[in-house]
């Protein structure tokens, strides 16, 4: 079993940076890939970021590319989503989720789901 805690949210101005977190317990963190969905007030959770086991491969969504950056640190049992040029539309609760079964990009794929992390952007 595998327990996942994120951390790092909070208000940020339009065009701010937050960094989130997501450490891991459990299962050994480099034997499985980690990925970051979001999911706004009234709409489904969706797909933002995911990196493979050793972090050598990372996937983004579009609406984020080029503006977040996945990272991991096996060693620290820890995924970093790091949120630069935030935008009113970034805003919702991050989930970070471990151990894709089938494609990364899909959120049923996932066995290990954190509580979430609220992130607001005001305008």
């Known amino acids: 079993q595998v327990q996942l805690v994120e951390s790092g949210g909070g208000l940020v101005q339009a065009g701010g940076s937050l960094r989130l977190s997501c450490a891991a317990s459990?299962?050994?963190?480099?034997?499985?890939?980690m990925g970051w969905f979001r999911q706004a007030p009234g709409k489904e959770r969706e797909f933002v970021s995911a990196?493979?086991?050793?972090?050598?491969?990372?996937y983004y969504a579009d609406a984020v590319k080029g503006r977040f950056t996945i990272s991991r640190d096996n060693a620290k049992s820890t995924v970093y989503l790091q949120m630069n040029s935030l935008k009113p539309e970034d805003t919702a609760v991050y989930y970070c989720?471990?151990?894709?079964?089938?494609?990364?990009?899909?959120?049923?794929?996932?066995?290990?789901w954190g509580q979430g992390t609220q992130v607001t952007v005001s305008s």
């Open positions: 459990g299962r050994t963190f480099s034997s499985y890939a």
């Open positions: 989720a471990g151990d894709p079964s089938g494609s990364m990009y899909r959120d049923e794929t996932y066995n290990y």
């Open positions: 990196i493979s086991w050793s972090g050598s491969r990372t």
